[in-house]
């Protein structure tokens, strides 16, 4: 596996993410970005580059969709974001590829 664009569906959209990994994985880090950060921020890919050529899958997925993104108080809603985090781990533990790999999360800004 090398690069994928991920959709996790939910009811009516998605969330987008960028799986990537290695030939010989040992781990499964998820960046989960919330407000003033995306899956497009430099210094969070930096980080994943480093833990794949350390031997990590990485999951970077913005927690909201666009259009969601626009509304403010949904940046801080604490409830939401964790509901789609959680929903986004159960989704990546049903592939095959990953599901058994040991995972970390990653949050950036209220991610």
Same mark, same amino acid.
């Given at each position: 596996?090398?690069?994928?664009?991920?959709?996790?569906?939910?009811?009516?959209?998605?969330?987008?993410?960028?799986?990537?990994?290695?030939?010989?994985?040992?781990?499964?880090?998820? $960046?989960?970005?919330?407000?003033?950060?995306?899956? $497009?921020?430099?210094?969070?890919? %930096?980080?994943?580059?480093?833990?794949?050529?350390?031997? $990590?899958?990485?999951?970077?997925?913005?927690?909201?969709?666009?259009?969601?993104?626009?509304? %403010?108080?949904?940046?801080?809603?604490?409830?939401?974001?964790?509901?789609?985090?959680?929903?986004?781990?159960?989704?990546?533990?049903?592939?095959?590829?990953?599901?058994?790999?040991?995972?970390?999360? $990653?949050?950036?800004?209220?991610?």
């Amino acid at each position: 596996m090398s690069g994928e664009l991920i959709h996790i569906p939910l009811d009516g959209a998605s969330l987008e993410g960028e799986l990537e990994a290695p030939a010989e994985p040992s781990g499964l880090v998820v $960046f989960a970005h919330g407000s003033g950060s995306s899956r $497009f921020s430099p210094r969070n890919n %930096y980080v994943a580059g480093v833990l794949r050529e350390a031997g $990590f899958v990485t999951f970077l997925f913005d927690l909201l969709t666009e259009s969601e993104d626009r509304v %403010y108080a949904n940046r801080f809603d604490i409830d939401l974001l964790t509901q789609r985090l959680v929903m986004a781990v159960r989704w990546l533990r049903g592939r095959k590829e990953v599901g058994d790999l040991p995972l970390g999360l $990653f949050g950036a800004s209220t991610g």
